[in-house]
């Protein structure tokens, strides 16, 4: 079974930075599209960032400037570093990406992790 678990979270004062990383696990046969999606309090889920299997990005206009995906195609993994902190950013951060299994290769799955909560304040 494929897992992402997400890591980096935590509390910093505004201006701010920090760096998550989200790593897959389990039998990956391949990874497409990769992304981080945020959640604050009574809010709907929203794209945050998104990079494909070719490293192409896409960023939510509210972050450009301020926020960078990358990927580790050789470890699986996702990185979001989120630069100049706003207490607006304040949110349960989500990885998600498009996975696929060996023992069904050309079929693709969405996969969610847990979530890690990013707290702006002073």
């Known amino acids: 079974q494929v897992q992402l678990v997400e890591s980096g979270g935590g509390l910093v004062q505004p201006g701010g930075s920090l760096r998550l990383s989200c790593a897959a696990s389990?039998?990956?046969?391949?990874?497409?599209?990769m992304g981080w999606y945020r959640q604050a309090s009574r809010t709907e889920r929203e794209l945050v960032a998104g990079?494909?299997?070719?490293?192409?990005?896409n960023y939510a206009d509210s972050v450009k400037g301020r926020f960078t995906i990358s990927r580790d195609n050789a470890k699986n993994t996702v990185y979001l570093q989120l630069n100049s902190l706003k207490p607006e950013d304040t949110a349960v951060y989500y990885c998600?990406?498009?996975?696929?299994?060996?023992?069904?290769?050309?079929?693709?799955?969405?996969?969610w992790g847990q979530g890690t909560l990013v707290t702006v304040s002073s």
């Open positions: 990079i494909s299997s070719g490293g192409s990005t």
């Open positions: 998600n990406a498009g996975i696929s299994y060996y023992k069904d290769p050309y079929r693709y799955l969405e996969v």
């Open positions: 389990g039998s990956i046969f391949s990874i497409g599209a």
